[in-house]
């Protein structure tokens, strides 16, 4: 698909801006650019330009930590699920109007950003965990191969199992990279990934991760709670917004 110069200068501005978020928050790559860039260029090309500075920045976050190997040992099942069942998303693609997909990432978008409006915090028992992150990782794997956003409900498992700040922060970069892996594969079988958005997707990558590093830099120096409150605010305003694209499905 060929863009013009506007619609790349846009393209590479919603990129900065989602790393700049990740960077202070940890997550909210995908979700703001499939929340804007849906509205502009549809949300299959929007899905196949996110994949790899998705991919890559979470790489980054997700060994910049010492955490890793204990994650991924006590998780593993969770992380597992919730990749291959991004295979099951993307098959449901070929049954699903697109309409209904962007209506479904605003509904996602805005669940998500309410939630963390009114500080939702759930709370899973340790006998009931691996059967929770077999089941929430095969829905967190559905809904990333359906709308391309892999944080719901994987993130509020994360959260639900009780980890401390910098653990949760490696561990949802673990959850998006394994996701993001898993959806680049799905798209690539459906023939949206193509070289030219590949090609995008690496000049888009340079925003995206000079802006992430400033993000971090950023989050030393401000309040996160409050930058929290901001970021899930704004999520909830795409969700609406992305909902309201879409109204006439509603009717």
């Known amino acids: 698909m060929e863009y013009s110069a506007v619609t790349i200068a846009i393209i590479l501005g919603v990129f900065g801006f989602a790393g700049l978020i990740k960077g202070v928050v940890g997550l909210g790559l995908p979700p703001i650019v499939l929340g804007l860039l849906t509205a502009i260029i549809g949300i299959h090309p929007a899905m196949a330009l996110v994949?790899?500075?998705?991919?890559?920045?979470?790489?980054?976050?997700?060994?910049s930590g010492a955490h890793w190997k204990t994650l991924w040992l006590t998780q593993r099942l969770f992380f597992?699920?919730?990749?291959?069942?991004?295979a099951a998303g993307c098959l449901l693609t070929q049954f699903v109007n697109q309409a209904h997909m962007s209506l479904l990432l605003?509904?996602?978008?805005?669940?998500?950003?309410s939630l963390g409006i009114l500080k939702f915090k759930p709370h899973i028992d340790v006998q009931w965990r691996p059967h929770a992150g077999v089941v929430l990782g095969m829905c967190n794997g559905v809904f990333t191969g359906l709308t391309g956003s892999s944080a719901v409900p994987g993130v509020f498992y994360l959260q639900?199992?009780?980890?401390?700040k910098e653990k949760l922060i490696q561990a949802m970069g673990i959850l998006f990279t394994c996701s993001s892996l898993g959806l680049s594969l799905g798209l690539i079988w459906q023939g949206v990934l193509t070289p030219s958005a590949s090609a995008l997707s690496v000049v888009a990558l340079i925003p995206a991760t000079i802006c992430m590093y400033f993000g971090a830099k950023l989050r030393k120096h401000i309040s996160i709670i409050m930058f929290e409150?901001?970021?899930?605010?704004?999520?909830?305003?795409?969700?609406?917004?992305?909902?309201?694209?879409?109204?006439?499905?509603?009717?």
């Open 106 to 113: 605003g509904v996602l978008l805005m669940c998500y950003g």
């Open 80 to 86: 597992f699920f919730a990749t291959i069942s991004i």
């Open 160 to 164: 639900a199992i009780g980890l401390p």
């Open 229 to 251: 409150r901001i970021f899930y605010g704004a999520l909830t305003l795409l969700g609406l917004y992305v909902i309201f694209k879409n109204k006439t499905l509603l009717v």
């Open 51 to 63: 994949a790899l500075p998705a991919f890559i920045t979470n790489i980054v976050q997700a060994v």
